[in-house]
């Protein structure tokens, strides 16, 4: 496409979506005073211009999406006005604008690693709904992405370490570093790790099938091997030890029954003082959420097993102790 056309594409997207938000969220008067029928003309024309970018956006037919087959691990810089449209898009304000990201992303998973280097917004673990809110959208753009079946849809021979690369750029994010996981074990991490890991293991689950690859006219089982272990390399080096997983686990069951001890006390207080049961709120909702942190790390160390069996060896904690504190439980 000419500079000049790539140009006039550019500025008609950008035209479009402004007129949308003009629209829509900016009103003459008080929302509350407008009547019914302007607000349903407001919301069809929104979602008219929703769906011709989308259309706009993620369509290979009618669309100015290019496919890049390597999914931008060739060097290639294509999909520019895509890639310069997304950015000034704010997904986590609107439901439209998020739908729009997701499927444009979709359909061009090259842009991936661009999208989130370029991303205004911060992936640094905070307590901070906005940053829950961006983890979120990170979630739903890859819970979106193609499965692993889409990289291997060529029938011509793709190297080893540039197909575990394309492999990587759909299930693990760029913001899943060590660092993001390493700095707080709250539920979003938790969360994020246990799709990032369940979404490793359909992938190894796939590379490990035998009668695929006895089938296939271009890959062996062997030729999967040194995939497979690379894969499985990568993926180790964001997560956090086992040591670590399971040091956190023992600091939830002590918190666990330092606050059953507590309730259990105020029980007492209360009944022998005023004959009546305690208001237990704040702690029924602690305890609510250790137990929801507790299964979560449970997921994430049974999927260590699996994903990354490496990490579990390399830790000296006896498990047996685990097994039969969870059963007991």
């Not at 500025?11 to 003459?28: C, L």
């Not at 211009?49 to 087959?69: A, Q, T, Y």
């Not at 060590?178 to 979404?199: E, I, Q």
């Amino acid at each position: 496409m000419e500079e000049d056309e790539m140009d006039w594409v550019k500025r008609d997207v950008d035209g479009e979506w402004k007129e949308v938000e003009v629209e829509v969220s900016s009103p003459v008067g008080d929302p509350g005073e407008l009547g019914g029928g302007e607000l349903r003309a407001r919301a069809a024309v929104r979602d008219l211009v929703h769906g011709f970018l989308l259309e706009v956006c993620s369509s290979r037919k009618n669309g100015i999406s290019f496919h890049d087959p390597s999914y931008g691990t060739a060097g290639r810089s294509g999909n520019i006005v895509l890639l310069q449209f997304l950015g000034g898009l704010k997904p986590t304000e609107d439901p439209l604008v998020e739908e729009l990201v997701v499927k444009t992303l979709r359909a061009s998973p090259d842009l991936l690693g661009r999208f989130f280097r370029e991303s205004r917004y911060s992936f640094a673990p905070r307590v901070q709904s906005a940053w829950r809110d961006n983890v979120t959208l990170v979630k739903k753009i890859y819970e979106a992405q193609p499965e692993i079946e889409s990289v291997f849809r060529t029938r011509e021979f793709v190297p080893v370490p540039r197909l575990g690369a394309m492999i990587l750029v759909t299930s693990l994010p760029p913001v899943c570093t060590k660092a993001f996981f390493t700095a707080g074990l709250t539920h979003t991490t938790l969360s994020m790790m246990s799709f990032v890991l369940r979404k490793a293991q359909r992938n190894l689950d796939f590379l490990l099938d035998q009668d695929m690859w006895r089938s296939s006219e271009v890959y062996s089982l062997d030729a999967m091997e040194p995939l497979v272990q690379q894969y499985r390399e990568t993926i180790s080096k964001v997560l956090p030890d086992m040591t670590a997983i399971v040091s956190n686990w023992q600091s939830l069951s002590k918190k666990e029954d330092l606050e059953h001890k507590i309730s259990e006390e105020r029980k007492g207080k209360n009944t022998r003082s005023t004959g009546e049961k305690p208001s237990t709120d704040t702690l029924a909702a602690d305890s609510a959420e250790v137990i929801v942190l507790k299964a979560l790390l449970l997921q994430v160390m049974c999927l260590y097993q699996k994903v990354v069996p490496h990490l579990v060896s390399q830790c000296k904690f006896d498990f047996s102790k685990l097994f039969r504190v969870t059963t007991t439980s």
